[in-house]
C-alpha cells in the first residue's frame, strides 16, 4: 500500500498540509489500494479523536472545531413545560475561516441536496 505522510499534530494542520495529504490520498485510491469511503472515515475519526484530545482541532482556511462548557442550570422542556435541571456539559462549536465565509456570502441559491455517509 502507498505511504501517506503523517501529520501527528492535526490541530496545527495548514490547508497546504491537507491539500498534500488530499492529493496522496487521491493516488492512492486511484490505485485502488484502499477504500475510499474507509480512507475518509478514517481521517474524520482521527480529528474527532484529536477534538478530544486537545479540545480544539484547526483546519487553516476551513474553520476551527472547539469543546466548549455550558454551564448548566434551570431549564424548561417546550413540549411538557416541565422545569429540568441541567447539569455543565460539553458541547461542540464549529467557527468557519475566513475564505469558508467568504465562499458562503457568494451563494445566491441553495442546493438543497443532503451528503450523508453510509
Same mark, same amino acid.
Do not use: W
Given at each position: 500500500?502507498?505511504?501517506? =505522510?503523517?501529520? /501527528?499534530?492535526? /490541530?496545527?494542520? *495548514?490547508?497546504?498540509?491537507?491539500?498534500?495529504? =488530499?492529493?496522496?490520498? *487521491?493516488?492512492?485510491? !486511484?490505485?485502488?489500494?484502499? /477504500?475510499?469511503?474507509?480512507?475518509?472515515?478514517?481521517?474524520? *475519526?482521527?480529528?474527532?479523536?484529536?477534538?478530544?484530545?486537545?479540545?480544539?482541532?484547526?483546519?487553516?482556511?476551513?474553520?476551527?472545531? =472547539?469543546?466548549?462548557?455550558?454551564?448548566?442550570?434551570? !431549564? !424548561?422542556?417546550?413540549?411538557?413545560?416541565?422545569?429540568?435541571?441541567?447539569?455543565? *456539559?460539553?458541547?461542540?462549536?464549529?467557527?468557519?475561516?475566513? =475564505?469558508?465565509?467568504?465562499?458562503?456570502?457568494?451563494?445566491?441559491?441553495? /442546493?438543497?441536496?443532503?451528503?450523508?455517509?453510509?
Amino acid at each position: 500500500m502507498g505511504k501517506v =505522510e503523517e501529520y /501527528n499534530d492535526l /490541530n496545527k494542520m *495548514h490547508s497546504t498540509q491537507l491539500l498534500l495529504l =488530499e492529493s496522496q490520498v *487521491h493516488e492512492i485510491i !486511484r490505485k485502488r489500494e484502499i /477504500n475510499q469511503d474507509c480512507l475518509y472515515f478514517g481521517t474524520l *475519526h482521527s480529528i474527532k479523536e484529536k477534538i478530544f484530545e486537545h479540545g480544539r482541532v484547526e483546519i487553516r482556511g476551513f474553520g476551527t472545531f =472547539e469543546i466548549k462548557i455550558r454551564k448548566g442550570g434551570k !431549564r !424548561r422542556n417546550p413540549k411538557t413545560g416541565e422545569t429540568v435541571y441541567t447539569k455543565d *456539559h460539553g458541547i461542540i462549536s464549529f467557527r468557519p475561516g475566513k =475564505e469558508m465565509k467568504q465562499k458562503a456570502k457568494e451563494i445566491t441559491t441553495l /442546493n438543497t441536496k443532503v451528503l450523508t455517509t453510509k
